[in-house]
C-alpha cells in the first residue's frame, strides 16, 4: 500500500470516477432521451429518495463497511498471509452474493490468466470460487486441485443455502479422508455469527470463522469478510478498496447530485420511458466479471412485484451483461438498429496497465497498413468512440463511467458507486431493495422434491400438477 | 467415434433434442401467454416463412455445412493430428462469429478446466479463443504460452476485420523474432477465398489456409472449418458434431411444426406481443457459452432496423445470457417477480457425463442432512425443476430445450436448432436475418479516429461534434 494515496488529495482526485451522462439527454440524442420536462417531474421523488437516503443510513449497514473495525482488517491480512504461505489453492464456495463480488474483483485486479501462470510470476495462491453444484465442475475440480495444499472458504450469510452446504458436505468428507481429524484447519466459514448451520458446525469443529454483519444482505456484502479475505489472498490490496470505497461515500455525501444518485435517477426515468433493459459495458477485460456482479444488484434489488405501499408494480429494468470490443461484434447490431428499450452504460479505462504497439509488418497490405504504429490501446479508444458515437446517433439512450485505472482504489469506488445508486433507485422507486421474496417458491418446491422435512404440502401441491402436454413438446 | 451411431436409429432418436413450449401458453401460464388466437393470427406468416426457407434454401450456403466434402473433413483431421503431435497450444485470433462458435463448442465437449490439467490427462494442446484487443489480455497470453510451441489460427471472413488483423501483425512480429523466415507455419488462416487481405497474405507467406464458404456469415459459420479446425484439434469428434446438425436438418425437413419452426414462430408471438427480452438459460456450467455464441445470432440476425420492404421496423429481442443454477442466486428474483417481459429458455441436460453424491456427513444439522445422499444432479434437476415452475406460476413465458446427454451429436443439433430458428424468425419478421449494417457506422468512425485513407470526411465530421457538456459529467 502507498501511504502517500491517503494524503495526496491530487492522486484521489485524480482517480474519481466520473459519470457521464450527456447521451441520456433528448438535447444529444433526440426523441427517446430524456428532457427538461422529465427531470423536473422526477425533482419530488428525487427530494424525497435523499431524505430516505439520510433517515435510512443506519439501517443501511452495507453503508458502513468502508469503516471497518481495523482489528478485522488486521486479523484478514494475517490470514491471508498465512494461507499464503501454507497452501497452493484457495477455493471459495458460495453462490450469489457470496461469488460475484469477490470473482469481479479478482479478475480486475490480478492477472487475467492467474492460475495459469507461473508460480513465480503469480506469487499468491491458486483461486477458484464454484459458484454452481455441476457434478462435472465439481470434478475437475478435484482435477486442479489437492485438497491437502488447499484453504477452503465457505461461504453463506444464512447458513443454510443449499447449494453451498452440499458442497460443505462434499468437501468435509473429502477432507476427513485426506487429514482426519486435522480437516477442519483447511477450512474458513464466512456467515452469520448467530443463524443458520454453518456457524454452528464452525463451532462445533473449531473451524477459523468471519462474521457477515446481520445488516449486510448477500449483494452488498463485497466490502465484507466474503469479499474482503478471497481478495487479500490473491494479493489485492483491501484497505485501498475500502478507501476508495469510502472516498466514494465522501463525494455521494457532499452534494445530492452526485454520481451515485445521477445514475440511479436518469435510469428510473429511462425505465419508466420505456427501456427496461440496462446494459453494461465495460470495455476492458479485466471487468468483465463487473458486469456480472452489477447485474445480480440491479435485478435481485430492484425486481419487485409490490411497492412498499403493497401495490403490484411488476418493477425492474433486466440487465445485460455485454464486453468491449468484443460484442460490437455480435450485440451493437441490435443496439443501435433495434428498439428504444435500453440504456447502454458504457466503462471505459483511460489507462491501461500494459500498452501493446501494433509493430510494423505487412505494410505492403494497404488496406490494413493503417493499424501499423497505432496502440492496442488507441485501437480499443477509436472504438469505443466509435461505438458510443454510432448508438447516440441512431438516437438509442448511453451513459459512460470513466476509470483513469483499474486499481483497487477505483474498484473500491465503482463498488460502492453501483451499490448506492440501486438503493437511490429503489428509493425513487418506492420498493424495497434489500429483500428477495420471489426466489423463495422455487426453492420450497426443490425442497420438496428432496424430501426435505417440513415441505409435505408442497410436495402434495406438486404431485396435483397437470403433466405437461405431449403436444407441445417437438 | 461409434459407427454404430450412423446406423443405429434408437440412439439417433434417443439422442433427440426435444423442444417444450407448454409454458409459452395461455392455459399454462395466464394472460401474458400466447393464445389459440395468437397462433391463428400468426398461421398465414407462419405458412409464407415456410414457403420462404424452402425457396431460399439454396441461397442459405450455411444450411449444406452438415454434408461437408469429405476431402475437407480428411484435411481438417489430419491438420489436426499434426498439431497435436507438434504444438503445446493452439490459439484462436477471431471475433464475434470467428470466436463464439469454437469457445461455445469446446467449453460443452472438452474438460471444463481444459487449459489447467495435467498435459497426460488432457492430451490435445491448449486452447485459447483471443476475441478482444485489450493489451493487458494480450499480454497475458503471452505469459503462457511459447509462441514457438503454438500455432496461431488467424480467423476473419472478410480478411480485413481491424482487431483480428491488428493480432495477426502483432503475432507475425513475435513469429518472425522466434522462427525468422520459417514464421510462417505456426500460422494457419481461415477466411474467404477471394477478398481481403488474408487470403493475400497467406498465399505470399505459404500459410495453410482454410476457406469460409462465400454465402456462409460469421454467425452461422461454426461447422464450416472456422469451428470444426478448432474443435479437431481439441480433440472432439468433428463428424459426430456434423451428423447431430445433419440430423436436426432431416427433422426439420420432415415437417412444418419443428422444433426449430416452432421456437422461431413463438418467440416471434411473444415478441410481438411485448416480450422484447430473450433469457438463454442453461442449467450445465458446459453450456454456458452457447448462450453466448446464441446471443450473437439472434441478435445480430434480427435486430434490424428495416424490414424487407424498407420500412423502419427497429426490430429484435434482446438476448440474456444466464445459468442455473447459478444465477436463480442473481436473476430470478427479478424473472419471478418483475415486468412481463421475457422470455426464459431454459435448456435441461438429463445425463450429466459425471455423478456426484452428496455424503452423509453432519447428518446432526437436521436442516441441511435432507441433502445428504441426494447426487448433485438431483439438485441440480430439483432446483430446475422449481424455477420453471415459480417461472410459470407467476405467469411469465419460458419454454425448455431437452438434451438427453451433452455429446457432438447433441450439439451438431442443437447450434443447427438455433441457426434454422433464427432464420425462420427473420422470415416471418420479414426482415434479412443475414446482414449486420449498424455495425459500420461505429467502424467507420474508429477508421477516421486511426487516419485510415478514404475516411478524411468522416473525420471531418467528428471534428464538427459539439463536445460533451462538463456540467453533465458528475
Chains 1, 2 share one sequence.
Not at 451522462?21 to 438535447?27: S, T
Not at 445521477?262 to 426515468?269: C, N
Not at 408494480?313 to 428499450?341: M, N, R, W
Request: glycine letters at 6%; proline letters at 3%.
Amino acid at each position: 500500500m502507498n501511504d502517500k494515496r491517503y494524503i495526496d488529495v491530487d492522486w484521489k482526485n485524480g482517480m474519481r470516477i466520473r459519470f457521464d451522462y450527456n447521451n441520456m439527454l433528448a438535447e444529444n440524442v433526440g426523441s427517446a432521451g430524456i428532457t427538461e420536462a422529465d427531470i423536473m417531474n422526477m425533482r419530488p421523488r428525487f427530494t424525497k429518495a435523499v431524505e430516505n437516503m439520510r433517515n435510512k443510513r443506519k439501517s443501511m449497514e452495507w453503508r458502513e463497511l468502508p469503516y471497518q473495525n481495523k482489528d478485522l482488517i488486521e486479523d484478514i491480512k494475517q490470514t491471508a498471509k498465512y494461507i499464503q504461505e501454507n497452501y497452493d489453492a484457495f477455493v471459495v464456495f458460495g453462490i450469489g452474493g457470496s461469488a460475484l463480488g469477490p470473482i469481479a474483483v479478482h479478475t480486475a485486479l490480478n492477472n487475467l490468466r492467474y492460475n495459469e501462470l507461473d508460480k513465480q510470476l503469480r506469487k499468491t495462491p491458486k483461486f477458484y470460487v464454484e459458484d454452481n453444484i455441476d457434478p462435472e465442475r465439481i470434478r475437475s475440480l478435484f482435477q486442479v486441485i489437492d485438497p491437502k495444499r488447499t484453504m477452503f472458504n465457505v461461504i453463506t450469510k444464512s447458513g443454510n443455502t443449499p447449494e453451498t452446504m452440499a458442497q460443505m458436505l462434499i468437501i468435509t468428507d473429502v477432507l476427513k479422508k485426506a487429514l482426519g481429524s486435522g480437516f477442519s484447519k483447511n477450512l474458513i466459514a464466512t456467515t452469520d455469527e448467530l443463524k443458520g448451520n454453518l456457524i454452528k458446525i464452525a463451532s462445533e469443529y473449531g473451524i477459523k470463522t468471519y462474521y457477515i454483519p446481520s445488516g449486510v444482505g448477500g449483494r452488498f456484502s463485497e466490502l465484507c469478510p466474503v469479499g474482503l479475505l478471497p481478495a487479500a489472498v490473491c494479493g489485492i490490496d483491501i484497505e485501498e478498496l475500502l478507501a476508495g470505497a469510502a472516498y466514494m461515500d465522501s463525494i455521494i455525501e457532499s452534494s445530492d447530485s452526485n454520481p451515485a444518485y445521477m445514475f440511479g435517477a436518469l435510469s428510473v426515468i429511462a425505465y419508466e420511458k420505456g427501456n427496461n433493459i440496462s446494459v453494461m459495458m465495460p470495455y476492458a477485460d479485466s471487468l468483465k466479471y463487473i458486469a456480472d456482479w452489477y447485474a445480480q444488484l440491479w435485478a435481485e434489488s430492484l425486481g419487485k412485484r409490490l411497492d412498499n405501499d403493497n401495490k403490484q408494480v411488476f418493477c425492474g429494468q433486466t440487465p445485460v451483461k455485454a464486453l468491449g470490443v468484443t460484442d460490437q461484434h455480435s450485440q451493437i447490431q441490435l443496439y443501435t438498429e433495434g428498439g428504444f428499450d435500453k440504456v447502454v452504460t458504457f466503462i471505459k479505462v483511460d489507462r491501461f496497465r500494459e500498452e501493446v504497439t501494433i509493430p510494423h509488418e505487412l505494410k505492403q497490405y494497404e488496406d490494413i497498413s493503417y493499424l501499423c504504429g497505432h496502440t492496442l490501446n488507441e485501437l480499443i479508444s477509436a472504438e469505443l468512440f466509435g461505438t458510443e458515437y454510432a448508438i447516440s446517433k441512431s438516437g438509442h439512450l448511453n451513459n459512460m463511467l470513466i476509470l483513469s485505472e483499474v486499481n483497487a482504489f477505483t474498484i473500491g469506488q465503482l463498488l460502492y458507486f453501483f451499490e448506492v445508486a440501486t438503493a437511490f433507485a429503489g428509493e425513487l422507486l418506492n420498493i424495497n431493495a434489500f429483500d428477495q421474496p420471489g426466489v423463495e417458491e422455487g426453492k420450497n418446491v426443490a425442497y420438496a422434491l428432496l424430501n426435505r422435512k417440513g415441505y409435505e404440502d408442497k410436495l402434495k401441491e406438486l404431485q396435483s400438477i397437470k403433466p405437461k402436454d405431449e403436444k407441445y413438446i417437438k
